[in-house]
């Protein structure tokens, strides 16, 4: 028998009775981050609403707004470069230049040396809309179909600052999820454009495994992936082989965990975890953002 509608994903525990985790335990709205991960037997409420066929990837560097009828062209243009660290992790690689893109429109991507990337128009502080996400989890996928429109949008009309945190949620028992997420995150940490760091990401996303039980995310895939978007040079792929940001992904990840990110997806809006029902469409996720504006 079929799940019905709308059922929590997955239907049954994972390998050894454990559930996948992401999917945080709702929060009331207005009410404090989750505390502490639950015990043992905590079932993460999945059940995000199924997402539209992924429409919108069409590759290369141009996004579709389909809410705003809007298509955004990422420019590849070095407009500040910084000099950072790439971590404090041995092996991370050092120091890195990471480029900030231009979003036509007028927002910038900008990636960040912890390996996120914050999104918004120059002078543009709040709202702060922080995503969580593993390229390994299928609701992260979902998420990122249904709202990544609608948030590009709003950091291009100035309305909002969209900072996006890939991170490794699965523990190293859970695999092959836990490879496929450090090797994907790992290799948009090589990245260092931030035009090209939204467009690898969303590639990323067009090839996600189907389930925490398939494996993806392979390094001769991650590098066709890239190669439509022009990221095809030696110290790019040297980095995705050898996982040179992998050590980074971690330390990171854990930062996060500590913090209170029980699970992927999350959001936060100026450090409030919002509740599942804040993310249910698009229409809700913009009305908490504008909520806190």
Sequence with gaps: MGNPPNAPWPPQPGRGGQQPPYGPPPVPPGGPAPGPPPGPGWRPPHGMPPAPPPGRRGGGLVIALVGGGLVLVLVVAAVVVLLVRGGDDEGDGGAQQLTVGKIAGGAEATPLADGSLTMARPGVTAPVVDIYEDFACPPCGAFDRRHDPMLKQLAVEGRAKVVFHPMLIFGEATQPAHDNSLRAAAALRCVTDGAHWLSYQDALYAHQPP????????????????EPLGLTSDDFTSCVKSQRHAASVKTVSQGYVSSGIQGTPSVRVNGRTLAQSDTESPDALRRAIEAAA
Excluded at 211 to 226: I, M, Q
């Design 211 to 226: 389930n925490e039980s398939a494996t993806g995310y392979l390094t001769r895939d991650l590098l066709s992936y890239a």
